[in-house]
């Protein structure tokens, strides 16, 4: 059974900290990384991918990756109340180039 | 100039009605989705379809029968209206395999 691991939180972060997010996951096969971010009674809405092992950075975001250890993270700098959210962990496994698997979220939750 | 757009946004109906769920994409995209999204924000993929074919059936009762009738295109219906399928159903898309999914605003259905 692929799966996805994720603290589901609630993470509180002060307003201007650093806020970081953890997924595991199981099949080390696999091949793309995805965050989303969703907002209650939104649709979840891509932030950041990864392919290869390191990071990757995107303006207040960066995505690292680690296929030794199976896991993926997602660092916020500088949080702000808006990204008050839940991110969600999404992979690719290596058996299916159309199949995602899904971590159940972290709430974050930015304290002005 | 919405990417993916679905009709309706709400649906409220009785147990055993049918109803449907209509879904377009203009982003150019091969592959649509439809995913479901319970109580506990958990996503699970239902269907897929790349270029018209159906590529991926997940163990959902057959009362659920998605259509496409062309690669911009994904319908859902439901026959039998259950209440435990009340949820908000996501319909998505995505280039290729491996590529970032583009989610729709979703359709909350519930079932009385």
């Known amino acids: 059974q692929k799966e996805v691991e994720q603290n589901s939180g609630p993470l509180s972060v002060p307003e201007g900290a650093i806020a970081s997010l953890n997924c595991t996951y199981s099949d080390r096969g696999s091949q793309s990384f995805f965050w989303y971010r969703q907002y209650s009674g939104k649709s979840p809405e891509l932030i950041m991918f990864?392919?290869s092992n390191g990071d990757k950075e995107d303006g207040r975001f960066t995505a690292q990756l680690n296929k030794a250890s199976q896991y993926v993270s997602l660092l916020i700098r500088d949080s702000q109340p808006s990204d008050s959210a839940t991110y969600l962990c999404?992979?690719?496994?290596?058996?299916?180039?159309?199949?995602?698997?899904w971590g159940a979220g972290t709430k974050l939750i930015i304290k002005p | 100039d919405t990417a993916v757009s679905q009709t309706p946004k709400y649906l409220v109906t009785q147990m055993g009605n049918d109803k449907s769920i209509k879904c377009e994409q203009n982003l150019g995209h091969d592959t649509m989705y439809w995913y479901k999204q319970d109580s506990k924000k958990f996503l699970k993929i239902m269907f897929s379809y790349n270029n018209k074919e159906l590529i991926i059936n997940e163990t959902v009762p057959n009362r659920f029968s998605p259509k496409s009738p062309d690669k911009a295109h994904l319908n859902l219906h439901i026959n039998s209206l259950e209440l435990g399928d009340s949820a908000v159903y996501f319909c998505a898309s995505s280039q290729e395999g491996r590529s970032p999914l583009h989610f729709g605003n979703g359709t909350r259905l519930t079932v009385t």
């Open positions: 990864i392919y």
């Open positions: 999404a992979v690719t496994p290596r058996d299916s180039n159309y199949q995602l698997i």
